[in-house]
């Protein structure tokens, strides 16, 4: 971590080349600690368009995330609001590239169609479970990267995020997930069971 924050304190680099290395530098020297955290595939890979601001932008989220922070305010990702009511969960995703903020759309399970609004009082029967809401935000998180996540709202890092992340979120509150974290948070979490966050 520290060659990041060493990084990260510098002079600024003006030459979006040369900084780009330099950070890809600073992030190889300490790949075998990312390996051993699971997020080593999730590094942006060079040769990828605005590879430079990507990389920086995915350096700012690990330390964020480092830090326990679940939001940044300037995150070039999509950020998840999510909170409760009494009877229901309400998400929403909000993309730099849009004009408003989204309802998320989450499947409701074998029985239901998906892509439905999740919000209260639009006359559902059956509301999303916490374990479903929190799969959907995993698959979002990472396929909006073009990843592709193992999934299945039975594992037991859904059910530890639930229990972590979701249910402390106070009544008639919302609690803001950037993508970067979802994704960390995941990798990090199956990787102490010797799981891999990217198939």
């Known amino acids: 971590m520290t060659e990041l924050t060493r ?14 290395a330099e950070l890809y530098g600073a992030i190889r020297r300490i790949q075998p600690m990312l390996h051993r955290l699971g997020l080593s595939p999730l590094v942006p890979r060079p040769g990828r368009p605005a590879f430079g601001e990507q990389l920086e932008g995915w350096m700012h989220g690990l330390l964020a995330y480092w830090a326990g922070r679940r939001s940044l305010p300037d995150t070039a990702g999509v950020r998840y609001h999510v909170g409760r ?3 229901a969960w309400e998400a929403s995703a909000e993309d730099p590239e849009w004009a408003t903020i989204r309802p998320l759309n989450v499947p409701f399970g074998q029985k239901e169609p998906s892509g439905v609004r999740l919000a209260v009082g639009e006359g559902r029967s059956v509301a999303p479970s916490a374990p479903e809401l929190a799969n959907e935000l995993f698959q979002q998180a990472f396929s909006r990267d073009g990843l592709q996540r193992a999934s299945s709202r039975f594992q037991p890092e859904v059910h530890t995020f639930v229990g972590e992340e979701l249910l402390t979120i106070p009544e008639g509150t919302i609690r803001i997930f950037d993508q970067l974290f979802l994704q960390f948070w995941w990798a990090e979490h199956v990787a102490r069971v010797g799981g891999s966050a990217v198939t």
């Open 85 to 87: 009511t009494g009877t």
């Open 7 to 20: 990084f990260d304190e510098k002079e600024p680099i003006e030459d979006g080349t040369a900084k780009a």
